[in-house]
Protein backbone atom coordinates (compact mmCIF):
# COMPACT_ATOMS: atom_id res chain seq x y z
CA UNK A 1 0.00 0.00 0.00
CA UNK A 2 1.02 3.50 -0.85
CA UNK A 3 0.76 5.46 1.91
CA UNK A 4 2.06 9.35 3.23
CA UNK A 5 1.35 10.06 6.94
CA UNK A 6 2.44 14.22 7.87
CA UNK A 7 2.76 15.46 11.17
CA UNK A 8 4.53 17.90 12.76
CA UNK A 9 1.87 20.68 12.85
CA UNK A 10 0.33 22.70 15.61
CA UNK A 11 -0.24 26.09 16.48
CA UNK A 12 2.59 28.82 16.94
CA UNK A 13 3.28 32.54 17.04
CA UNK A 14 4.65 34.90 14.00
CA UNK A 15 8.04 34.11 13.91
CA UNK A 16 8.26 30.99 15.38
CA UNK A 17 9.67 27.45 13.43
CA UNK A 18 8.09 24.09 13.01
CA UNK A 19 9.53 20.71 11.44
CA UNK A 20 7.16 18.99 9.29
CA UNK A 21 7.55 15.03 9.08
CA UNK A 22 5.98 13.10 6.19
CA UNK A 23 6.59 9.58 6.35
CA UNK A 24 5.98 7.14 3.30
CA UNK A 25 5.18 3.64 2.78
CA UNK A 26 4.49 0.90 -0.15
CA UNK A 27 7.59 3.17 -1.99
CA UNK A 28 11.16 4.87 -1.51
CA UNK A 29 11.11 8.09 -1.56
CA UNK A 30 14.84 8.04 -3.58
CA UNK A 31 12.82 7.03 -6.60
CA UNK A 32 10.48 10.02 -6.96
CA UNK A 33 10.63 13.96 -6.78
CA UNK A 34 8.46 14.89 -3.76
CA UNK A 35 6.62 18.07 -2.40
CA UNK A 36 4.93 19.39 0.54
CA UNK A 37 1.30 21.69 -0.61
CA UNK A 38 -0.84 23.53 1.68
CA UNK A 39 -4.39 24.77 1.64
CA UNK A 40 -5.62 27.10 3.00
CA UNK A 41 -9.18 28.03 3.92
CA UNK A 42 -11.18 28.95 1.02
CA UNK A 43 -8.39 28.10 -1.45
CA UNK A 44 -7.02 25.90 -3.53
CA UNK A 45 -3.45 23.66 -3.20
CA UNK A 46 -0.23 25.78 -3.49
CA UNK A 47 2.83 24.23 -4.07
CA UNK A 48 5.30 25.00 -1.29
CA UNK A 49 8.40 23.36 -2.02
CA UNK A 50 10.04 20.49 -4.00
CA UNK A 51 12.96 18.46 -3.77
CA UNK A 52 14.33 16.09 -7.06
CA UNK A 53 15.34 12.38 -5.93
CA UNK A 54 18.29 12.64 -6.31
CA UNK A 55 19.85 15.62 -7.71
CA UNK A 56 19.56 17.46 -4.62
CA UNK A 57 17.66 20.45 -5.80
CA UNK A 58 14.75 22.12 -3.87
CA UNK A 59 12.87 24.77 -5.12
CA UNK A 60 10.55 26.77 -3.19
CA UNK A 61 7.53 29.00 -3.53
CA UNK A 62 8.20 32.63 -3.67
CA UNK A 63 5.81 33.43 -0.63
CA UNK A 64 8.28 31.04 1.58
CA UNK A 65 11.40 31.70 -0.18
CA UNK A 66 14.70 31.81 2.47
CA UNK A 67 12.19 30.77 5.09
CA UNK A 68 11.42 26.73 4.31
CA UNK A 69 13.48 24.63 3.75
CA UNK A 70 12.51 20.87 2.29
CA UNK A 71 14.64 17.91 2.98
CA UNK A 72 14.55 14.11 3.08
CA UNK A 73 16.00 11.47 4.82
CA UNK A 74 16.23 8.21 2.38
CA UNK A 75 17.18 5.71 4.83
CA UNK A 76 14.20 6.32 6.92
CA UNK A 77 12.06 7.07 4.07
CA UNK A 78 10.63 10.47 5.44
CA UNK A 79 10.37 14.35 4.21
CA UNK A 80 10.64 16.76 6.05
CA UNK A 81 9.41 20.80 5.88
CA UNK A 82 11.73 22.89 8.48
CA UNK A 83 9.35 26.20 8.70
CA UNK A 84 11.62 29.32 10.63
CA UNK A 85 9.87 32.97 10.53
CA UNK A 86 6.53 31.86 9.85
CA UNK A 87 3.92 34.31 9.20
CA UNK A 88 0.04 34.16 9.61
CA UNK A 89 -0.30 33.91 6.19
CA UNK A 90 0.89 30.43 6.71
CA UNK A 91 -1.63 29.06 8.53
CA UNK A 92 -3.11 26.25 6.30
CA UNK A 93 -3.22 22.21 6.03
CA UNK A 94 0.15 21.42 5.03
CA UNK A 95 0.40 17.96 2.07
CA UNK A 96 3.21 15.64 1.72
CA UNK A 97 2.97 14.98 -1.99
CA UNK A 98 4.82 12.55 -4.44
CA UNK A 99 5.60 13.21 -8.00
CA UNK A 100 7.84 14.16 -10.42
CA UNK A 101 9.92 15.99 -12.87
CA UNK A 102 9.41 16.89 -16.62
CA UNK A 103 12.41 17.71 -18.79
CA UNK A 104 11.26 21.46 -17.95
CA UNK A 105 12.23 21.30 -14.34
CA UNK A 106 8.18 21.44 -13.88
CA UNK A 107 6.91 19.62 -10.96
CA UNK A 108 3.92 17.32 -11.48
CA UNK A 109 2.19 15.45 -8.56
CA UNK A 110 0.86 12.00 -8.55
CA UNK A 111 -2.61 11.58 -6.99
CA UNK A 112 -0.67 10.66 -3.63
CA UNK A 113 -1.39 12.24 -1.04
CA UNK A 114 -1.56 12.53 3.12
CA UNK A 115 -4.16 13.42 4.92
CA UNK A 116 -2.40 16.42 5.80
CA UNK A 117 -1.11 18.57 9.32
CA UNK A 118 -2.58 21.39 10.15
CA UNK A 119 -0.35 24.44 11.00
CA UNK A 120 -1.57 27.65 12.52
CA UNK A 121 0.32 30.76 13.10
CA UNK A 122 -1.13 33.27 15.31
CA UNK A 123 -0.60 35.79 18.04
Known amino acids: QVQLVESGGGLVQPGGSLRLSCAAA????????MAWYRQAPGKGRELVATTHSAAGITKYADSVNGRFTISRDNAKNTVYLQMNNLKPEDTAVYSC????????????????WGQGTQVTVSS
Open 97 to 112: NQGYYSYSDIYHPYDV
Open 26 to 33: GFAITNYG
